[in-house]
């Protein structure tokens, strides 16, 4: 009705979620029509808003509807974070952690060294969203259609995105469940013998520092294996994680449903 053309630019003003539903429209609308993204959560700005990633929620799972498609720029001002809410703060910190677990072991001792200051919104805090951007953009650069590389971003998502599931969207902000997700991870990496337990209670401990949740209580192995069956990650009826070997290093690996029976009944 607004007779808009393949040159009508669109820009995504707000968190992730906006950014999403723009960026979706966008790629949709004639095929395809130039945006920019413009996030305002720290989330949004380390995280959603960078490497083109863009897709709408449906019942079943957590962006099953979508498309790969990148924005004209993005344009990052940290001052907007001051409008924040502190849990909305903290979870957009879960992603500035995952950085520095899934890439830059240097960067995760910064954010033990600073967490205080980058929450207290400090200097440090640009440096942190510049080198998680960094990071991102690096990893996107290599493999923007998530086909190796990009994976790794994943590290705690398979967790989380089933913890949004089962609990309701909204009753986990993503990083929480997030953050949840990395301390499952890193204990499951840790069950199959790829890592020592210090890594995940290194992490559990910055991100309990943060303020961030690292426990979901009331969900059963069997509810996170049937919402993980529904991952976009999974193959060949195996599910894919992202583990960690050691702070700053991960790969992809694929588990079998006993081996996540025997992880979820090891702890209790």
């Given amino acids: ?24 429209a966008a790629a949709t609308y004639l095929r395809g ?3 920019v993204q413009v996030p305002t959560t720290l989330l949004s700005q380390v995280d959603s ?46 992603e500035v952690v995952k950085y520095g677990v899934i890439w830059d072991k240097e960067f995760f001792a910064f954010i033990e060294r600073e967490a205080g200051n980058i929450v207290g919104l400090k200097d440090e805090l640009i440096g942190a969203i510049e080198t998680s951007c960094g990071i991102k953009a690096e ?27 089962i609990a309701g ?17 890193a204990g499951l990496s840790a069950h199959l013998g790829l890592s020592g337990l210090e890594v995940r209670d290194r992490i559990k401990a910055l991100l309990t520092r943060i303020g961030l949740p690292v ?3 009331g969900i059963d192995a069997g509810s996170f294996i049937r919402a993980m069956r529904l991952d976009k990650k999974v193959e060949r009826d195996r599910i894919r994680f992202v583990l960690a070997t050691e702070i ?21």
């Fill in 33 to 35: 029509v130039p945006y």
């Fill in 248 to 268: 700053g290093k991960v790969f992809l690996r694929e588990v079998s449903e006993d081996e996540l029976m025997g992880f979820f009944s090891a702890r209790g």
């Fill in 215 to 217: 426990e979901a209580r």
């Fill in 1 to 24: 009705s607004n007779r808009m053309e393949r040159n009508s630019p669109i820009v995504a003003l707000g968190g992730g979620v906006v950014g999403d539903i723009a960026g979706f």
């Fill in 139 to 165: 990893v996107v650069g290599r493999d923007e259609k998530e086909e190796g590389l990009r994976s790794i971003l994943n590290f705690g998502h398979t967790f989380g995105h089933a913890i949004e599931a």
């Fill in 49 to 94: 808003s960078v490497g083109g990633k863009t897709g709408v929620n449906h019942k079943m799972g957590k962006n099953l509807i979508g498309a790969f498609y990148q924005p004209r720029a993005v344009l990052v001002d940290p001052d907007a974070l001051n409008t924040l809410d502190k849990r909305e703060f903290n979870a957009g910190m879960a």
């Fill in 169 to 185: 969207y909204g009753h986990y902000r993503h990083g929480e469940a997030i953050a949840i997700g990395m301390v499952l991870a």
